[in-house]
């Protein structure tokens, strides 16, 4: 019989309970003990509903304080040196002291603690992993006994789990070493006899399969890799009496198809979401005889209810071919990146639901799926019946389908993405209708979030103030903002974002063919959760988002401001995206949104305006291979947001990082005026592109550290400066902050922004200093 199987089950909770008990222990708010008791009750919880949905695989060690690659990091005692420990145990302080670094102040209050590990997102995801750190004197050994923990506790409650963890070679490719001649992958031979151990732990405390995750087996490889991951399981398949179920996921295996299925193991998952083809490229290649497949056929990615009536085709097409007890049903990925349950969000009405399935519904879906490829026709018929319902709603819902959007994005014609002249033109223009002097001074967009701000955003949103409170409210903050920013003696001013909580948030509200929900979290990082939107339908603007606080701006001043918005390709990559048409064509269709808003800012007289790509860099897809395909229809969706405009208006766009040496000529395309990144921090590390790459256009690389809270003094943002005009043409460059102010303080935020307006103006006339 095929199998139902779940790779990981959200581990926050469906009311984000993990979080309050962590974060309530950070506090000192709850003991230890009450973080463990309800860590311990949410695992139990988690384990019974999947087991009481049908599912024949549960998995355990799903479950983490914070994250699943930190836990390995835990397992195999790879602990930086810098943290304290006994060597022996990773006890949970020490595990969060490497999440969080420790906070110690020396007796002149500087900062003497301990740095925490890096983070960095996973894969194409949201989420953001802990980065293990490696060095020659790593010293592997078994120092967590979390999973082997975690799988006895499972069977004490009577769920025989299938325990998770990450595989060897996806782990040490997944870290970084400290020294520059060392490669991660010379740790295999030291870090194997640990995993041996931890198999064979697992084994005898009874668990018949172990699930390794790999997903690194989706990337492009080199040879050596590959042979890396041949050894490792060669290592372990006879280490321990217990099945080896290699987990990839988020993209194909292609030219590592040979390799995943040649490895010694007992099952090999696949992505049939993200790799749809590959099913049929593994039977073509020939499936070993004692290895089973396992169908990663429910997108773990998206919340789409799926189309089960299509996905039992594939299903049958693989029992066909392999007989049905080699094979496993089961989502693309683990759960973890998708909302707990559906159930939990009264105010979607029942239509929409309709449309949506979170994690519970996804199990829903993967029994339903199993049961009916075992023959069960009868008790599986409603859900299927459903998946029909839902894909024809979806195709004839007027809400998600509205044929003026879909005409204007079929009319879409090249002059649409062409400013009228070429930068070295509009230039000129600029800065003579801006008024700008050389090096010109201008900031982010977001000023200080005071308690203010969030408390009367909150009482509007409760309905406890009056509209017009509320704006006459942000108004004020809008003046202050600009005056004080007069005051510091910026070139461009902002207004300050003072209206606006999350970015894509507060234009997915003004736009049709998005959803929101209530209790739609997804864990971002450690406790940390989002709540992405849903790009449910076509895309349109019913009617201007920013124009009247930028109108109000602009009257208060005469500087120029820069009106901000978010850019298509953020919003896209930061919510869920419909699945029923290509995500090229939802980013055009949000790229018209914004184009109608820029050339509405235009009309109002705001003379400069920002479209915000802070997620342009993330959108680019795990295979070189596809990465110029995404280049371009990103860039054509920010061209068609921006080029509505005459060659006066001035157009912004910022990045957060500095890493784009590999996408710079992408960049360079998108045609902005302006484009302002970090770069204090890496102190001007990006400068290194521009050495090769002869970048057109103007640019603000960061000078102003506003991660910390301290102020930079005039000397050190202006030698910044200067290293930048080593490869910068003075014409070109401006002088901003890093990223946005909204979460720094005023007391920090306009002494930095006065020193920095004063460190452009020394470097502007030097001899005016003596
Ligand atoms: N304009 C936004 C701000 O200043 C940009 C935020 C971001 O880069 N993520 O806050
Ligand atoms: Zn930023």
């Known amino acids: 019989m095929a199998k139902a199987s779940n790779l990981g089950f959200p581990r926050i909770g469906a009311h984000r309970e993990l979080k309050r ?32 949905l049908g599912l024949d695989v549960v998995p355990s060690n799903d479950f983490s304080y914070y994250d699943q690659v930190l836990d390995t ?38 900062d003497s603690g301990v740095q925490a590990m890096e983070m960095t997102k996973w894969f194409d995801t949201n989420y953001h992993y802990i980065v293990p750190e490696f060095s020659r004197d790593t010293n592997f050994s078994l120092s967590s006994t979390k999973v082997i923990d975690e799988y006895k506790e499972a069977k004490e409650h009577g769920i025989d789990t299938r325990p998770v963890i990450i595989g060897p070679v996806s782990f040490l490719l997944l870290g970084k070493t400290q020294e520059d001649n060392l490669d991660a992958l010379d740790l295999l031979d030291d870090l194997l006899p640990v995993y041996a151990e931890v198999l064979q732990e697992l084994a005898a405390a009874g668990a018949d399969a172990v699930q390794l995750d790999e997903p690194n087996l989706v990337f492009d490889l080199s040879d050596e890799e590959r042979a890396a991951f041949t050894k490792a399981y060669e290592a372990l398949a006879d280490a321990a009496d217990l099945d080896l179920h290699v987990a990839t996921y988020f993209g194909g295996l292609e030219d590592n198809l040979p390799t995943a299925l ?62 049905s007890d080699r094979v496993l049903v089961g989502p693309s990925c683990s759960l973890l990146h998708v909302p707990v349950d559906l159930d939990t969000e ?26 009916r490829a075992n023959g069960d026709v009868d008790g599986t018929e409603a859900l299927f019946e459903k998946s029909r319902n839902a894909q024809t709603a979806r195709a004839e819902s007027d809400w998600i389908n509205d044929t003026s959007v879909q005409g204007r994005v079929d009319g879409i014609d090249g002059s649409m993405t062409e400013r009228n002249s070429p930068h070295a033109q509009r230039r000129p223009i600029q800065r003579d209708a801006l008024d700008l002097p050389t090096l010109p001074t201008t900031t982010i967009g977001s000023f200080p979030q005071t308690n203010d701000v969030r408390k009367m955003r909150a009482k509007y949103k409760k309905e406890e103030i009056s509209k017009a409170e509320y704006e006459e409210f942000i108004e004020e903050q809008i ?175 910022h990045m957060c990082y500095s890493e784009f040496n590999d996408i ?37 690389p960061g000078v102003y550290d506003i991660h910390s809270p301290r102020v930079p003094s005039v000397e050190e943002m202006e030698d910044l400066i200067h290293k930048a005009l080593e490869v910068l043409d003075t014409e070109q460059m401006w002088v901003n902050p890093d990223c946005g102010l909204k979460t720094r303080r005023w007391v920090e935020v306009k002494p930095s922004l006065e020193n920095m307006v004063q460190a452009a103006e020394n470097v502007r006339e030097p001899a005016a200093v003596a």
């Open 664 to 700: 710079i000529e992408a960049i360079a395309d998108m045609d902005a005026d302006v484009i302002s990144v970090e770069a204090s921090r890496s102190k001007m590390e990006l400068l290194d592109s521009f050495d090769e790459f002869d970048y057109p256009n103007e640019i603000g």
């Open 346 to 371: 009264p105010a979607l009405d029942d239509d929409m639901k309709l449309w949506l399935a979170f994690a519970k519904q996804k199990i829903e879906e993967i029994v339903a799926l199993t049961e």
């Open 21 to 52: 008990a962590v974060e309530g222990y950070w506090k000192g708010d709850l003991s230890k003990e009450e973080l463990i008791e309800s860590a311990q009750a949410l695992r139990e919880s988690h384990w019974t509903e999947q087991q009481d």
């Open 479 to 653: 003046a202050d903002t600009i005056a004080a920013q007069e005051e510091i003696g910026l070139d461009v001013l902002v207004h300050g974002e003072s209206e606006r909580g999350d970015m894509v948030e507060y234009f997915g509200r003004q736009l049709n063919g998005f959803l929101f929900t209530e209790n739609g979290w997804v864990q971002s990082y450690g406790s940390r959760c989002v709540r992405p939107p849903i790009i449910a339908g076509d895309v349109s603007r019913p009617e201007p988002m920013t124009v009247r606080w930028l109108s109000y701006a602009n009257d208060q001043t005469d500087k120029p401001v820069k009106g901000m918005l978010t850019g298509p390709v953020t919003m896209l990559q930061w919510s869920f995206v419909r699945d029923d048409q290509p995500r090229a064509e939802t980013c055009r269709q949000i790229a018209l949104a914004i184009r109608d808003e820029v050339v509405d800012l235009e009309d109002a007289g705001v003379q400069a305006i920002q479209i915000d790509e802070p997620a342009f860099r993330e959108g680019l897809p795990l295979r070189e291979s596809q990465w110029d395909d995404y280049l371009e229809w990103a860039v054509e969706c920010f061209r068609l947001a921006s080029c509505g405009v005459q060659d006066e208006t001035q157009i912004h766009t």
């Open 262 to 323: 040649d490895l010694p193991v007992d099952v090999l998952h696949l992505d049939l979401v993200r790799g749809a083809g590959q099913l049929e490229d593994a039977l073509d290649y020939g499936v070993p005889e004692d290895l089973s497949l396992s169908l990663g056929l429910i997108d773990g990615r998206n919340v789409w209810r799926a189309d089960l009536d299509a996905l039992l085709d594939t299903v049958e097409t693989a029992v066909d071919a392999l007989g």
């Open 73 to 110: 990091c835990a397992m195999v005692g790879a602990v930086p040196e810098r943290f304290p420990w006994d060597g022996e145990r990773v006890d949970l302080d020490t595990y969060f002291a490497m999440a969080r670094g420790l906070q110690e102040k020396d007796l002149e209050g500087e």
